[in-house]
């Protein structure tokens, strides 16, 4: 299993707080529809953010335990 790289997890989460930027100008402009779309979008992005961060954490947790019982690759 491969890690996500951080700087794309970075740019998923400024991409979900741009999108929320777009909710509240959709909101404040009356177009419910277009707002509802950003939302549904910026949840999407935020819940890939976070499964990549949870992602990377467990492959985290299993090189360590690799590493504390004396497993090695080479």
């Known amino acids: 299993m491969a890690k996500i790289h951080p700087l794309i997890l970075l740019s998923l989460f400024f991409s979900t707080i741009t999108l929320w930027m777009y909710v509240q100008r959709s909101i404040s402009d009356s177009s ?7 939302f549904i979008l910026s949840t999407f992005f935020l ?3 976070i499964g990549g961060l949870l992602h990377n954490n467990r492959i985290t947790k299993q090189e360590k335990s690799k590493d504390c019982s004396g497993e090695n690759d080479s």
């Open 32 to 38: 419910y529809g277009h707002a509802t779309i950003f």
């Open 47 to 49: 819940g890939l953010c």
